[in-house]
């Protein structure tokens, strides 16, 4: 009965929904049996999509390392992961101030899988040059990177939280413009906490959506890709994600202003309970998308 009625909310939705890095049980998946169980959690549900975390590829150093000891393990998470029909994405948030190596690794990983993108966060030069300087290194150093794959995944730029790093709105949307075979993420959490509780009304979301239409264009919105979570912030910015009853931002808000725009794509849910949360506002899910 749950399986069914989470399925018909993603239907009427026109998203896949779904979680990061693990479930209630397995909060974080570190391995390949994690990883088949956490899917077969996930299947039970209905949740349609799933982000896999960097840890679960700890000890991977070169693309040797991943042929040598991981790729069977991974054309089975792939092949059990298109068995229940989930969606699986490889996000990696923190790359050093030379992300050469791990992007061609990790992107490597999510073409083996594959993965519908790459996540990573564009702030690496953020700590170590001025913003505006930051911005056009990131743009050359994506765009380099993503000329010398031998596999054309498509990378997701994720907005970040923190005020000052490479990372807004505006940053990711003028870094897809200016590379190739990227996308935005919007993680409606990090904007929240970046601009200090700015997403307040239907019309907040409204203006952000209509920013993304106007300046990636109206295709983007067949293929959306969004993380949404409550989040707590202080003078920098994001600090942390929280139970979404002690947040400032609203998921309806949100869902009704990404159903009046006509966007399609994934929604991954990031809170504390998890897919416990999802199946506690089940009902208020079903209301949002009727």
Known sequence: MVRKKILKIQERLGM?????YGTKKT???RNSKDMLDTLQELYNIGLKAFVLPSQMFAGIQTASDLYKSKYGELLKI??????????LTVRFPNLPQEPDETMRIY?????IMDCRNFIIQP????KIMPHDQALKLAVFKINEVISNMSHKIKVGIETTGTIGDVGSLEDVIDIVRRTHNTEPVINWGHIQGREKGTLQSRRDFNLMLNQLRETVGRGYFQSVYFLFSAVRYGKNGYIESIPYAKGDINLEHMIRESMS?????TLIIE???R??????IMDQLADMVR
């Open 16 to 20: 896949r929904l779904g979680l990061a």
């Open 261 to 265: 725009a006509g966007a399609k794509g």
């Open 123 to 126: 702030n690496f030069y953020s």
């Open 107 to 111: 992107s490597t990983i999510a073409s």
């Open 78 to 87: 792939k092949d059990e992961a298109k068995r229940y029909n989930i969606e």
């Open 275 to 280: 897919e416990a949360f999802i199946l506690r």
């Open 271 to 273: 809170d504390p309970d």
């Open 27 to 29: 909060p974080v998946v």
